[in-house]
């Protein structure tokens, strides 16, 4: 799994333990809701504050 993060604009460099953190915890939590299908391929997730 690759994830990238990017705050105000500016890609933040990842671990690869960082990595599997973030994206088996939004694995986990999409995966959970109806209407996500199990054999995804992309996710995208914007926050704003």
Not at 10 to 37: C, H, P, Y
């Amino acid at each position: 799994m690759r994830i990238k993060l990017e705050v105000d604009g500016k890609d933040i460099d990842l671990n690869d333990f960082t990595q599997e953190i973030i994206g088996n915890v939004s694995a986990a939590m999409a995966g959970s809701l109806r209407g996500v299908e199990p054999d995804w391929k992309e996710m995208e997730i914007r926050i704003k504050k």
